[in-house]
Structures are given as C-alpha cells and as structure tokens.
C-alpha cells in the first residue's frame, strides 16, 4: 500500500491551480470535468503518480467557498531553503502565515503559508535536519 493522493475542495480552480503551479512549483497532471456530475478535478504534484503522492483538487461547479472546519490540519512540503521559499511565494504573491523559524518546543525549522482557499501547508527546511527532527514536526502539529 502507499498514499495516494489528498482531495482539497476549492472555490476557484483557475486561482488554485494558478497558486499550486506557479508560486509551489507544482505540475498539473490531470484535468477532467464531469458535466453529469458537475464538478471538475486537477491533479498536482512533484512528479508522476505512479510514484508520488500528489493533490487532487475538486472543483463543485458554481461553489466558491467551503467552511474549511476545524479538524483539518495541514499538508507538509519538504523544501531546501526555507528562507528563500518564503521568499519567492511572498514574490508570487502568496500568503506566508508563519515566518520561518525553530518550531516550539523543538529545533526543527518551519514556516506556514495559506492557498486561496485558507488551505494550510506547513512547509519544513530539509538536508541539514535529522529525520527524527522531522518527525518532531509531524508530530507536535497532531
């Protein structure tokens, strides 16, 4: 078994794909509508599904928002450098929520930024970090 794929409902895919593939770096991979159903769905992702995990975003025809709830956490990208990541979504005009920095409570270095839908995605810096460091991470946003 592995994972797949995690579905995001969004209120405007035009703008969410515009924010997965030009300011995260993402790839469409798919993109089909449903008339019958009326909703379309966009697959994105680092790489090809056959190996990686990627986001399907589900686009419900004619609704724009949806209450994002409470119970929903994150997604997390591993990323080189954090700083300049940050740097660039700020360039591309996204939404940087949490400044890169030690996590609390740990040493590993985080930052959080928001899609257009209020989406939350944690991004984590890589390489220099140990693996149990990462898992710190993972764990202490449960």
Known sequence: MRML???LRVGNLEESLKFYCDVLG?????QKDYPGGEFTLAFVGYGDESDHTVIELTYNWGVDSYDLGNAYGHIALGVDDIYATCSHIKAKGGKVTREPGPMKHGSTVIAFIEDPNGYKIELIQLGTQGSSQKQEAAISHQ
């Open 26 to 30: 993402m790839k469409l991979l798919r």
């Open 5 to 7: 794929h995690t579905m």
